[in-house]
């Protein structure tokens, strides 16, 4: 279990992040949710040690991290740009960790990894040869080898399309699920964050708006900023699509 | 903000800062202070006896006319190169030729151009014997002026070609469609974008020329230059250091001013958000007067360039105009001369190595640490002084505070001259190629176990690779041409070729001079064409 308390952080005299409080179970999907500049990177270089926190602790499996530098936290993370090594091929980019320590990985393990996430014919490609969703696969399956205790993703769907972006979620639930692994997800995109995790926690101005299941949130926005931004967008989406297949049944009704 | 310890790029920008306080602040403070004492103190004499002089108000007048006269010239030139490359439907092959030719000069020495318009335009020239009749007294002025702009040629080419290269060209489309004539389309799409540039190549040509003193040495004649002033004062019959250091602090004047002014017109350069590229109108007269003109102002120029090879290998020119290679095998067979041919790759591939690791570092550094702001820009101000400061003036400096220490007459003394020298250029060179690359790359690595050393290795020189080859050629090729601050620090035994051109000017051995210049040049090309076709095929490859 993941237990951040009284986290502040400021930069410059600007307040980031206050008192932020929160508990994630092992092998929840937890997304954190936010308009830019609310803080949520902030948060997610927090825990993955990047940063440090001014005020709080970060108490994991029942012990304090807070002074753990990153390497030795044990987590990981998928960037946004997926920061994928252009002078390796895929394969020598999955297996980069393994140079390091060769043991965390058996080469069965890695072949999984390769498996469920279908990168088999892809190995010996050059990493701009990929697509946008190949190039996110890779960056988790490089993360996966790593047997991360905990998995950061840093708005993972964003720089993907339509179909490819569903298909990226189901791995991604997956992976969570068979690894019984802990992820965390940043994203500012409701529709992704609702529809993708266990628990969404919905950040704004530095502060928790409110955590809970998808369901919850739907069913009681706890303030006005859920409602107005999280919600509100949801509901124009549904009912542009109900709209859209509305008109499609009303002219197959022709 | 970044929690990673960084022990190692602390500890790098320590060395290099230490390496820029002994070898540039302290020579250069040394240097102000040898121009401010007297036997009964600190004071003002030397200025005022400098100054007051006709000799040096003269020298520095003519100095400022010839190399502003100069920097114009250049840059309209250069202009005109550059316009036939990116705006006309030039034949491919052609606008190559122009490109590579352009840059040319910037692989000979600058005292070599000198000695070629003498026997050029010379009453013994090769063009006066061609012509039949001398075109134009070449001491002085007009001679000072043909070497200058050949010699700034090529960096003003640079900077206008490479701004040219990153106009959005659509934009000219749009003026047309919007009803601008011609001349309108002109100077809104392509004068407006390139003011900066133009300004900026104006100032770089100028500092250029006033500080060289390669050209002066050979074609200067009674035309007094700053440049010769305070050769003769250092070195010439009579040695004044104190009067010396004088006119160098007034050598550093206009550069320091020509440099902040670089940095002001900066900001008028045009950024696009995209470059695109358009078809150019068909336009017969567009393109056949710029096609003439490059190729007139490259005819000249290679002209020039022609006597570098016809004098060594003639008999006796211009008496006996028969081929031999008789003053080429003397020069490879006679050790004094051959041998200086060898200092010079050693100094040049030792400063090159030397500099990669220096600019690597301090780019390092400033690119990709989290070190604190303030302590970054000290590493940029340093790039911003040497850019600076003129290399007769970091020679004198090191001249006056090595002496006497084990330092005096080393190749490295030679070697760390070019490397703070010429450090401008290739830093922010390595600066911008290590600010593009991806900037999680080192947190990623280190998640997967390597320290920072190991990323550097596996992750961040494997992608610098083009980079790093054009700083050190970058690096090789200036060591190779430099004669400004060496002249000073050159011992007997650590003669590089370009000093032994100096010194075989007093002996008229100009057979051995363009020999030795020719050994420059097919250096520096063997060199560059085998980096460019190794940075091809990595780029290739990627």
């Known amino acids: 279990m993941l237990e951040l308390r009284n986290i502040k952080k400021s930069y410059d005299g600007v307040t980031i992040l206050k008192d932020i409080n929160l508990k994630i179970e092992d092998g929840e999907i937890v997304s954190i949710l936010g308009p830019s500049g609310c803080g949520k990177t902030t948060l997610l270089n927090l825990i993955l040690g990047l940063t440090d926190a001014d005020q709080g602790q970060i108490i994991f499996d029942g012990k304090d991290i807070t002074n753990v530098p990153m390497e030795k936290r044990g987590f990981n993370i998928v960037f946004q740009d997926y920061a994928l090594f252009p002078n390796l091929n895929v394969y020598k980019n999955i297996t980069y960790g393994l140079k390091n320590k060769p043991d965390i990985s058996s080469r069965e393990e890695v072949e999984d990894f390769i498996e469920l996430l279908g990168l088999k014919p892809h190995l010996e490609k050059k990493i701009e040869q990929l697509s946008g969703g190949q190039k996110q696969r890779v960056a988790l399956a490089r993360t996966m080898v790593m047997k991360p205790k905990i998995l950061l993703l840093d708005e993972p769907l964003s720089a993907l399309d339509g179909v490819i972006k569903e298909s990226i979620k189901q791995k991604i639930k997956q992976i969570a699920r068979d690894y019984h692994l802990t992820t965390i997800i940043v994203t500012h995109d409701p529709e992704e964050a609702l529809t993708l995790s266990d628990k969404v926690m919905i950040v704004n101005e530095g502060g928790i708006s409110q955590f809970g299941a998808p369901e919850e949130i739907i069913a009681s926005p706890r303030n006005n900023f859920v409602k107005e931004f999280i919600l509100n967008q949801l509901e124009i989406k549904k009912n542009n699509i109900f709209s859209l297949f509305q008109r499609e049944m009303a002219a197959q009704a022709v | ?542």
């Open chain 2, 1 to 542: 903000m970044v929690k990673r310890k960084e022990r190692e790029i602390k500890d790098i920008y320590v060395i290099v800062l230490a390496l820029f306080a002994a070898f540039l602040a302290i020579p250069v403070v040394r240097l102000l202070v040898e121009s401010f004492v007297e036997e009964a103190g600190i004071g003002l004499a030397y200025y005022s006896e400098v100054l007051t002089e006709r000799g040096f108000t003269k020298a520095l007048a003519n100095s400022v006319t010839v190399s502003l006269a100069s920097a114009l010239l250049a840059t309209v030139l250069a202009f005109i190169l550059a316009y036939s490359i990116q705006y006309t439907n030039l034949n491919r092959k052609y606008k190559s030729v122009i490109r590579t030719l352009a840059v040319l000069p910037m692989l000979l020495p600058t005292i070599t151009y000198g000695f070629a318009i003498i026997y050029s335009f010379g009453k013994q020239g090769l063009l006066t014997r061609l012509f039949g009749v001398q075109l134009f007294d070449i001491y002085g002025f007009n001679g000072l002026l043909f070497g200058y702009v050949i010699y700034t040629l090529p960096i003003s080419f640079m900077l206008i070609h490479n701004t040219m290269g990153f106009i959005d060209k659509k934009f000219m489309v749009v003026s047309r469609v919007m009803g601008d004539s011609n001349i309108a389309t002109f100077l809104q799409t392509v004068m407006r974008p390139l003011l900066g540039t133009l300004a900026a190549s104006m100032v770089q040509c100028f500092f250029l020329c006033f500080t060289d003193y390669g050209i002066p040495a050979s074609v200067g004649g009674e035309y007094d230059v700053v440049a010769t002033v305070l050769y003769n004062e250092m070195l010439g019959s009579i040695p004044n250091f104190n009067r010396g250091a004088v006119v160098a602090v007034m050598m550093l004047i206009p550069s320091v001013i020509s440099i902040l002014l670089l940095h002001y017109l900066e900001r008028y350069n045009v950024r696009y958000n995209k470059i695109s590229t358009i078809e150019f109108r068909k336009n017969y007269l567009r393109d056949g007067v710029f096609g003439t003109l490059s190729g007139l102002i490259l005819l000249v120029m290679l002209s020039i360039f022609a006597v570098i090879f016809v004098v060594p290998l003639v008999q006796e020119w211009p008496y006996q105009t028969a081929f031999t290679l008789e003053h080429v095998k003397s020069v490879l067979e006679d050790n004094s001369l051959f041998g200086v041919h060898e200092n010079s790759i050693f100094v040049a591939a030792a400063t090159a190595v030397a500099g990669l690791l220096v600019t690597y570092g301090a780019a390092l550094a400033s690119a990709r640490s989290s070190l604190n702001g303030k302590l970054k820009s000290v590493i940029d101000s340093i790039a911003l002084v040497t850019n600076t400061i003129p290399g007769m003036v970091i020679g004198i400096a090191f001249m006056l505070i090595f002496t006497g220490t084990p330092l005096q007459n080393t190749f490295w003394l030679i070697i760390l001259c070019n490397v703070v020298h010429f450090f401008s250029t290739p830093y922010l060179m390595m600066k911008n190629s290590l600010s593009k690359l991806n900037s999680s790359w080192e947190t990623t690595a280190s998640l997967m176990g390597d320290n920072w050393i190991k990323t550097i290795v596996r992750i961040v020189t494997p992608n610098m690779t083009s980079t790093i080859l054009e700083v050190f050629s970058y690096y090789f090729v200036n060591a190779m041409v430099t004669v400004s601050a060496v002249i000073f620090i050159a011992g007997a035994r650590t003669m590089v070729i370009t000093t032994k051109i100096k010194e075989l000017q007093y002996y008229t051995k100009f057979n051995e001079i363009f020999v030795l210049s020719l050994l420059i040049l097919f250096t520096n090309l063997i060199v560059k064409g085998v980096l460019s076709l190794v940075i091809r095929k990595t780029e290739r490859k990627k």
